[in-house]
């Protein structure tokens, strides 16, 4: 007996098909042209300025299946990649000021900070929006006033409940649930210390930044099992995490921009080794 198809359950199919194939897109990210060219990290470690350092990071982001949070880079990682700390300071301000990127306080319990083109983050907000629109919810007027007048002019990584308030109604008449939406949303989180404040988020995150952690720690105790807790970088960047979905090479610089991590220059290659406390 021929077994029938629940047309249904099969558009149902092909349209998340679609759904994940225009994320991918929006994403901006040609990864498949990167991992093409992509040089060893060793050769690939260090930039002469700021913008550059981001937008080869960004392209260099790991390709994480089911993902729908964009490319973001951690301030740590500009750290270990552009020398001059106080150049990656004042560079990433100017960038910042132009409108080019968002700074987020990420929620790790530690002072970790990640840098999203203000592009790609406004690419999210919009498939937010569409999948909101698909569900037939309602209020969906907030997320135009929060693109147009809120990010647009307030660029720090957090914001009081007055001026959001105060922002928001420059688009229209705000009411206590468009405010929730957003938070809904995954666009901001109130503060623990003051619930008058919120921190802009990063829908989404909640996934990578916890395999963050993990992948620090991960990555820093397989260093400390080593004989000399140290290993020659191109050898450690062809490990497999098992706890995090970020693959090694973001890790490796995040740990060095972070202190935890130190490079030493042989006549054999550059290795990877644990800071002395």
Known sequence: MKKRTNP??????????????????????????????????????????TCVA???????????????????????????????RTQVDRELECLRREKVVRVFKLNTGQDDHAIIFLDDYLNQVDRIVKRME??????????????????????EPSIGHHELFSLLSLGGKVKDAHITLLINAGLLT??????????FAIPSIGKLWKGLLQGRNEL??????????????????????RFSPLDVRFHIRDLIGSG??????????LIVRISKD
């Open 8 to 49: 249904e359950s099969s558009a149902s199919k092909a349209k998340k098909r679609r759904r994940e194939e225009e994320d991918e897109e929006e994403v901006g990210c040609s990864h498949t042209a990167i991992e093409d060219q992509c040089l060893p990290l060793e050769d690939d470690l260090t930039f002469s300025d």
């Open 260 to 269: 935890h991590l130190k490079t030493v220059q042989t006549t054999s290659g």
């Open 220 to 241: 820093l105790s397989l260093l400390k099992r080593k004989r000399h807790k140290e290993m020659f970088l191109a050898e450690l960047e062809k490990k497999r995490l």
């Open 134 to 155: 698909e569900k037939r919810q309602s209020d969906l007027e907030v997320f135009k006033w929060f693109k147009g007048h809120v990010l647009d002019s307030k660029l």
């Open 190 to 199: 109130r503060q623990l210390i003051d619930p008058d404040m919120y921190w």
């Open 54 to 84: 981001l937008r080869m990071m960004r392209a260099q982001f790991p390709r994480i299946d089911q993902a729908s949070t964009p490319p973001f880079i951690l301030q740590s990682q500009l750290y270990s990649s552009v020398n001059d």
